[in-house]
């Protein structure tokens, strides 16, 4: 199995730093095993692994948050576009569209490039991703980039909903209840009910 | 740790990151680098103080072994001739300022119904329990100077002598009897320093990641069979009576009246000074276990009581009671040890001003010694060093390595291989190498970290971005509502 470039970079990197510490640490330790004297040894491993651990700590939840600003979509439901800093500013003419918008952009999320919206646009809503995995489909050629939403297929797909007018939030749990908010008309095709979603879609709107 | 790589990029993009996250690294480096000496000055420090304690208390108390019972208390002139024999053949001016260095004292408990001191390893190792008594640590304790000389390393060696006259010669500052005790009690061994002693008999280098110090370990067995110091060289020296003997005549006819040139400190008991006030009764039934010190109990609990007999001065001639205490100690015919002084040296009492002809050339060593333990002294107290630098009192280092128990000729000076069940002794390091791979260990280990923070800094900057782009479109869409 390969992986992408991007991925594989950086578990270079990781091993490269992982590898180095090793290096270091035995550098360190080495003359305290072989009997020269080694009063702070422990001290300044142990300072050392301290400050890693919060460092790495931090460093995770410092991840998290760019990560959930980075997989945020804000949608304009009147001008009929939604922006995403890994998506840019994009069109779309129905809420199945918008939908596979924001999968194909979560899905090439590490290769993505950071964008800004225009000075005018103004959204409605905001879809906050907590949590996104998709597996790539077969036919994809190694790190090529996903082109269309078919491409994926999308297997947790957790956030919330915010209605920037209202200030409401609404918590979704799997991509169907994003059918449900966005693509009513596919939602009640294929559920035959329908949801909070669509109706709260079709309310605000 | 992913994650902090794939965001490194974010860190180095922008320079005020990537300068700051520099600076944080040399920061770094130069706090690893600067810990071992400032700790070090801080522990030197603070040791240095304990040591003045530590010296301080050592003055009256002698019960850490035979060795101080030898050397016994007080400024005794006999005592003093003996540390300084013991201190001339273990130490040489020119070594003596070289490695002074801080030692650990374990004491080790022996099995019960121990009734003979072990005269060879194996015999050593049936005794012992494993049990060890918490460390007694006293800074530049141990003249450490000529201790590479017996391994080719300085790390990663004994000096081991069952006699303990070998180390002892080496031993600059010993371990006080309530410092032995505070140990065993900590240690919940039992210590009675009437009827026990600690015979200090190995030094080992330190030569493990998690203890830095020197240690001398000691065996704690009872004085009856712990090995007595030799009988000192000078065949005019005064028969002394057998320590058991529980009251010694005195004055002892047998003794001669006039100080035996040769026996410099051999005081002459058949005329006890008159004026001197802490002459003691000779006739004290415990004149075995510290006969010089008639209120013995009384100057254990407070080390300042027999502080005048340590500060020395020499126009009070303690030499009966010195005597006394030599005399119950140190002698025993039968044992072949020569050297007696060699079991002296760490708790030698005789004051740098002595006017005592044996004494009367001051040892500018013994001062650079005082120097360089910086502890305040009075009137030579710090004879302990005095005595063991001091090289006009010859005995030699042959009669010390005659000594010992072990064979001399297939290990000098007692140095041997690692004792099977003590740690074993680890390949040396050059100092130099050490330094290398410690400045080596510290610039990865501060590059890793150096690295951490620049990708944490960029990822802070990344998703103050990403934060503020959010605030200012969810403003936007809040303001449209409006």
Redesign the interface.
């Known amino acids: 199995m390969s992986l992408p470039s991007?991925k594989r970079a950086?578990?270079v990197?990781?091993v490269l730093?992982?590898v180095?510490?090793a290096?270091?640490?035995?550098?360190?330790?080495?003359?305290?095993?072989?009997?020269?004297?080694?009063?702070?040894?422990?001290?300044?491993i142990a300072i050392?692994l301290i400050?890693?651990v919060l460092?790495?700590a931090?460093?995770?939840r410092?991840?998290r948050?760019?990560k959930r600003?980075?997989r945020?979509f804000?949608i304009d439901s009147e001008a009929s576009c939604v922006?995403g800093?890994m998506l840019g500013t994009r069109s779309y003419s129905n809420g199945s569209e918008l939908l596979d918008l924001m999968t194909v952009a979560l899905a090439n999320e590490?290769s993505a490039a950071?964008a800004?919206?225009s000075d005018d646009?103004?959204?409605?809503?905001?879809v906050e991703t907590e949590d996104f995995a998709c597996v790539r489909d077969a036919r994809l050629q190694g790190e090529e980039p996903v082109t269309r939403a078919d491409d994926v297929t999308v297997i947790r797909w957790e956030g919330a909903i915010v209605d920037?007018?209202?200030g409401r939030e609404k918590e979704f749990a799997s991509p169907f209840d994003l059918e449900d908010v966005f693509c009513p008309g596919c939602a009640e095709a294929s559920s035959g009910e329908s949801s909070w979603a669509s109706s709260y879609v079709c309310a605000t709107r | 740790?992913?994650?902090?790589?794939?965001?490194?990029s974010h860190g180095t993009r922008r320079s005020p990151a990537l300068v700051s996250a520099l600076l944080i690294a040399a920061f770094s480096l130069l706090l690893?680098l600067g810990?071992?000496h400032a700790?070090?000055h801080a522990?030197e420090s603070h040791d240095g103080d304990a040591s003045v304690h530590a010296e301080m208390a050592s003055y009256d108390d002698h019960a850490s072994g035979y060795i101080a019972t030898s050397c016994d208390d007080d400024a005794s002139a006999y005592g003093a001739q003996s540390c300084g024999e013991d201190s001339s053949a273990g130490a040489s001016p020119s070594r003596a300022s070289k490695a002074h260095v801080s030692v650990g004292f374990f004491v080790a408990v022996v099995k019960d119904g121990t009734d003979s001191y072990p005269q060879n390893e194996e015999e050593l190792q049936q005794i012992l329990t494993g049990v060890y008594s918490p460390g007694i640590y006293i800074d530049q304790a141990f003249d450490a100077s000529d201790f590479a000389e017996f391994g080719g390393?300085l790390?990663?060696d004994q000096l081991y002598d069952l006699t303990g006259e070998a180390i002892d010669a080496r031993i600059l500052q010993l371990p006080t009897e309530e410092q032995i005790a505070e140990a065993c009690a900590r240690g919940g061994i039992d210590f009675d320093p009437e009827t026990q002693t600690v015979v200090w008999y190995v030094v080992k280098?330190?030569?493990?990641?998690?203890d830095?110090m020197w240690h001398i370990d000691g065996l704690l067995v009872p004085k009856e069979i712990a090995p007595e110091p030799g009988e000192p060289e000078d065949p005019d020296e005064p028969e002394v009576p057998d320590p058991d003997e529980p009251d010694p005549d005195v004055p002892d006819p047998d003794e001669p009246d006039v100080p035996d040139p040769d026996e410099p400190d051999t005081p002459d008991p058949d005329v006890p000074d008159p004026d001197e006030p802490d002459t003691p009764d000779p006739d004290e039934p415990g004149a075995d276990v510290d006969p010089d010190v008639p209120g013995d109990d009384d100057e254990q609990d407070s080390p300042d009581a027999s502080k005048p007999d340590n500060s020395g001065d020499a126009a009070q001639p303690e030499f009966p009671d010195a005597s006394n205490g030599d005399v119950s100690h140190v002698v025993d015919a039968a044992r072949p040890s020569p050297n007696t002084s060699l079991h002296q040296g760490g708790s030698s009492q005789m004051p740098n001003d002595v006017s005592s002809p044996f004494w009367d050339t001051p040892s500018p060593l013994g001062q650079d010694i005082a120097v360089i333990n910086d502890v305040p002294q009075a009137d030579g107290a710090n004879s302990d060093e005095l005595a063991k630098a001091d090289g006009s009192l010859d005995v030699s280092a042959d009669a010390a390595a005659a000594a010992s128990s072990i064979s001399e000729e297939d290990t000098p000076l007692g140095v041997t291989t690692p004792v099977p069940g003590e740690e074993p002794?680890?390949?040396?390091?050059s100092?130099a190498?050490?330094t290398a791979?410690?400045v080596?260990?510290?610039?990865?280990?501060a590059?890793?970290?150096a690295?951490?923070?620049a990708?944490?800094v960029g990822?802070?900057q990344?998703?103050s971005a990403?934060?503020s782009?959010?605030s200012q479109?969810?403003g936007?869409?809040?303001?449209?509502?409006r």
């Open positions: 991007s950086v578990l990197r990781a730093l992982i180095l510490a290096v270091s640490l035995a550098a360190w330790l080495v003359p305290g095993m072989l009997g020269a004297p080694s009063s702070f040894d422990s001290l300044v050392w400050a890693m460092l790495l931090d460093s995770r410092r991840d948050k760019r600003y980075l945020t804000y922006f800093p590490e950071l800004t919206p646009f103004a959204p409605e809503y905001v920037l007018s209202t | 740790m992913a994650h902090v790589i794939a965001n490194i690893v810990v071992p700790s070090a522990a390393e790390y990663g280098s330190a030569d493990s990641v998690w830095s002794a680890i390949g040396g390091i100092e190498a050490s791979l410690h080596v260990g510290a610039v990865g280990l590059g890793v970290a690295g951490v923070i990708a944490n990822m802070a990344a998703g990403l934060s782009l959010d479109l969810r936007r869409g809040r303001g449209r509502r």
